[in-house]
């Protein structure tokens, strides 16, 4: 968890916890959105902008009831605006398409991420047995493996192949404007990075995986 990251986080009620905001009878869990003002114990969010946040907007929960947290976009992101992010996201210097996915010779970036990959590049995009079969034939002889990268919704059921490092953190710079411009992919594992990057005015766009196909 970073500090300014939108989050959706379940927890068992209990002392110290906020109530369940339905008022279900005999709930034992409940849940709260917000944004992280502090991870530790108690985990602290605000519902509201943090730049305007007061005493009464935030929220917190002692550790030992956070049953799990999700990690969400830090605004509502369309799946066209996590496609169009995930095609700008790498600098190529050969590109082509296959049954909407599109195949990238990248440039190798500072932060360590696979950049030539296949991404789904347009509405259902899929990975059937033809496609996949298409896709390593392209990466063959480029002596390349043939890596797909799977940004978040974009492709149900695609737990093909072998995943390729862990989750990474698709980040855009945003202005005080609220315009997206630099775009940086970083591994969510890689918590100086990620913090640096959310310091200096980056948040996160959606996440990423990446996974190789082959038998």
Known sequence: MFIGDRVVVRYRLGPGAPGDW???DGA????????ILDAGDPLILTRAAPAAVASDDRVRIPAELVSAVRLLPY????NREIRDV???AVEAVETGEIAGWRVRLGIPPDDPHPVSTAVP???GARLDAATESALQQWFAPRGLPPIIELPERLVAGAAIGVAVGG?????VRVAGDGTESTIVTVSADDVP???ALRADGYALHHRVTYR???P
């Open 22 to 24: 339905r008022g279900a």
């Open 28 to 35: 034992t869990l409940s849940d709260v959105t917000g944004v």
């Open 75 to 78: 605004r509502a992101v369309r």
């Open 86 to 88: 995930a095609l700008r």
């Open 121 to 123: 590049a347009r509405l």
């Open 167 to 171: 989750e990474f953190h698709r980040l």
């Open 193 to 195: 990075r990620g913090t």
């Open 212 to 214: 190789q196909l082959g």
